[in-house]
């Protein structure tokens, strides 16, 4: 991330926006979820948000345990990871 700050403020912006930290998880790593959606047709966010979220965590781990299950990776991606380690 820290390419992402240097580089990109703007996109860092967008994630501070549209993800939240779970004040509930009292895991060792900090949880971020996505805010809930008002419309599932919101077209500000299947169309500017979304592409360029996933752009920006192209490539990072979204679980510190399995560094390997990376951002933007398809569901046969897991499994394949998954049923070789």
Do not use: C
Not at 20 to 31: H, M, V
Not at 40 to 45: A, C, M
Not at 52 to 76: H, I, K, N, W, Y
């Amino acid at each position: 991330m820290k390419f992402l700050e240097q580089h990109h403020p703007d996109k860092v912006t967008m994630l501070q926006e549209w993800y939240i930290l779970d004040e509930n998880d009292e895991g060792p790593s900090r949880t971020y979820v996505l805010k809930h959606l008002l419309d599932v047709n919101d077209k500000f966010f299947r169309d500017k948000v979304l592409p360029t979220l996933r752009e920006a965590l192209q490539g990072e781990s979204f679980d510190p345990s399995s560094p390997d299950l990376m951002v933007d990776f398809s569901v046969t991606e897991y499994e394949v990871v998954i049923s070789f380690t």
